[in-house]
């Protein structure tokens, strides 16, 4: 797939840009801060609702404006569509395809499929379990987009239990009324928090032979690239009084019923603590290099790689689900050749050099391999030219 046409009013740094984008590769050349990013940032925001850089939109719109609008048009196989995004802060974003009425936004997720390789990506080893949660949800989401509706809901029922859990902290007992209103929320939190781990599974089930297979080529299978799904379930036990320390195996409804004895089960310290101990939103995902993990112990080299193992991963697994002809992602390196050895900057290039559309971006054309010299644009503050 590729995007041809890129329209954007008022946001980030641009009052307006028009970008006609080819098939193949696009190389975005300008100096740091004049809005290179913005722009394979509002690709990506057709593609996930959301941005890599900020975890909410009001960064998003320009000072001054109410909103911001992407359009673009998007080429998926044999098929031609519009696809256009209204960004309001603090209100519901809506959407329009082929300039149809607007509907929520979320309807176009899935249109649009983008694998980003940037700075940034180094949080996903080194960062909070919440990097690496967010890539395996929006990998879910953008596999099955009826899944972002399980995560919306599944924020909404763990931000109204922990309400609930606070304002009844520390006590002992409860009243009948209070005991089946959590109860109540024990079986949502349960129902759609074992969908989401059981999508998550999924996922990286997908993704681990591509990751094992890129890292190794990335760093000369040195060392084996390993990804293991940790649970906040681990250490409890199920029916048998067996100790959990792999989901994997496990369906959804096993993996509910656990949830739910889990949370059954320690009653007291949530209560004592005031907030939901159990569940997705607890859960991360354990990298490892060979015997060790990558967090705190991967040079600065090999953290890279990792990152660059997980992108190429996606990229894979994106393509098996929809091989059609022209349906590959868009693959986006935002300012990443600069930041690696030339070894692994040769490799990536020769990776990724035959996807259907491929944007670099770059503060220097020399920081660009051979192999990703395309079709170049200037970009300056609020301008993006051809070359």
Same mark, same amino acid.
């Given at each position: 797939?590729?995007?041809?046409? =890129?329209?954007?009013?008022?946001?980030?740094?641009?009052?307006?840009?028009? *970008?006609?984008?080819?098939?193949?590769? #696009?190389?975005?050349?300008?100096?740091?801060?004049?809005?290179?990013?913005?722009? *394979?940032?509002?690709?990506?925001?057709?593609?996930?609702?959301?941005?890599?850089?900020?975890?909410?939109?009001?960064?998003?719109?320009?000072?001054?404006?109410?909103?911001?609008?992407?359009?673009?048009?998007?080429?998926?196989?044999?098929?031609?569509?519009?696809?256009? !995004?209204?960004?309001?802060?603090?209100?519901? /974003?809506?959407?329009?395809?082929?300039?149809?009425?607007?509907?929520?936004?979320?309807?176009?997720? +899935?249109?649009?499929?983008? !694998?980003?390789?940037?700075?940034?990506?180094?949080?996903?080893?080194?960062?909070?379990?919440?990097?690496?949660?967010?890539?395996?949800?929006?990998? =879910?989401?953008?596999?099955?987009?009826?899944?972002?509706?399980?995560?919306?809901?599944?924020?909404?029922?763990?931000?109204?239990?922990?309400?609930?859990?606070?304002?009844?902290?520390?006590?002992?007992?409860?009243?009948?009324?209070?005991?089946?209103?959590?109860?109540?929320?024990?079986?949502?939190?349960? #129902?759609? %928090?074992?969908?989401?781990?059981? %999508?998550?599974? /999924? !996922?990286?089930?997908?993704?681990?032979?591509?990751?094992?297979?890129?890292?190794?080529?990335? $760093?000369?299978?040195?060392?084996?690239?390993?990804?293991?799904?940790?649970?906040?379930?681990?250490?409890?036990?199920?029916? /048998?009084?067996?100790?959990?320390?792999?989901?994997?195996?496990?369906?959804?409804?096993?993996?509910?019923?656990?949830?739910?004895?889990?949370?059954?089960?320690?009653?007291?310290?949530?209560?004592?603590? +005031?907030?939901?101990?159990?569940?997705?939103?607890?859960?991360?995902?354990?990298?490892? =290099?060979?015997?060790?993990?990558?967090?705190?112990?991967?040079?600065?080299?090999?953290?890279?790689?990792?990152?660059? $193992?997980?992108?190429?991963?996606?990229?894979?697994?994106?393509?098996?689900?929809?091989?059609?002809?022209?349906?590959?992602?868009?693959?986006?390196?935002?300012? *990443?050749?600069?930041?690696?050895?030339?070894?692994?900057?040769?490799?990536?290039?020769?990776?990724?050099?035959?996807?259907?559309?491929?944007?670099?971006?770059?503060?220097?054309?020399?920081?660009?391999?051979?192999?990703?010299?395309?079709?170049?644009?200037? *970009?300056?503050? +609020?301008?993006?030219?051809?070359?």
């Amino acid at each position: 797939m590729y995007i041809s046409q =890129l329209s954007l009013t008022s946001f980030r740094s641009y009052v307006q840009a028009d *970008v006609q984008l080819a098939p193949g590769i #696009n190389v975005l050349v300008g100096p740091n801060g004049v809005g290179k990013t913005n722009i *394979v940032e509002a690709i990506g925001y057709l593609a996930n609702l959301s941005s890599h850089r900020v975890s909410n939109d009001a960064p998003l719109i320009q000072f001054g404006s109410e909103r911001a609008l992407i359009r673009g048009t998007l080429h998926r196989g044999s098929q031609t569509s519009s696809l256009e !995004v209204e960004i309001t802060s603090g209100k519901i /974003n809506r959407a329009r395809i082929n300039r149809a009425n607007p509907v929520r936004a979320r309807e176009i997720l +899935g249109l649009v499929r983008t !694998v980003l390789f940037a700075p940034e990506d180094l949080a996903l080893i080194k960062g909070d379990p919440s990097n690496r949660r967010r890539f395996l949800d929006e990998m =879910l989401i953008s596999l099955r987009p009826i899944e972002a509706g399980t995560k919306n809901d599944y924020e909404r029922i763990v931000k109204q239990r922990n309400a609930l859990l606070k304002s009844i902290r520390g006590k002992s007992k409860l009243n009948s009324s209070q005991e089946s209103t959590l109860q109540a929320w024990d079986m949502q939190l349960a #129902n759609c %928090g074992a969908r989401l781990i059981r %999508g998550r599974l /999924n !996922v990286l089930a997908l993704l681990r032979p591509y990751m094992e297979a890129a890292y190794a080529d990335l $760093a000369d299978g040195k060392k084996h690239a390993g990804a293991i799904y940790r649970s906040s379930l681990e250490g409890e036990t199920d029916e /048998n009084s067996l100790p959990v320390n792999d989901l994997e195996g496990m369906g959804q409804d096993e993996i509910r019923e656990l949830l739910l004895n889990s949370i059954e089960a320690n009653r007291s310290r949530e209560l004592d603590r +005031g907030i939901s101990l159990f569940g997705p939103h607890r859960d991360d995902l354990t990298l490892t =290099l060979g015997a060790t993990p990558a967090k705190g112990y991967a040079s600065h080299g090999e953290t890279w790689s990792f990152a660059l $193992a997980l992108r190429l991963a996606a990229y894979r697994v994106f393509g098996d689900d929809d091989p059609r002809t022209g349906s590959g992602p868009i693959l986006i390196l935002d300012d *990443v050749f600069a930041e690696l050895d030339a070894t692994r900057r040769d490799r990536l290039a020769h990776i990724v050099s035959g996807a259907e559309q491929v944007l670099v971006t770059a503060a220097v054309a020399a920081d660009v391999p051979e192999a990703l010299k395309g079709h170049f644009f200037q *970009v300056s503050p +609020g301008r993006v030219s051809d070359v």
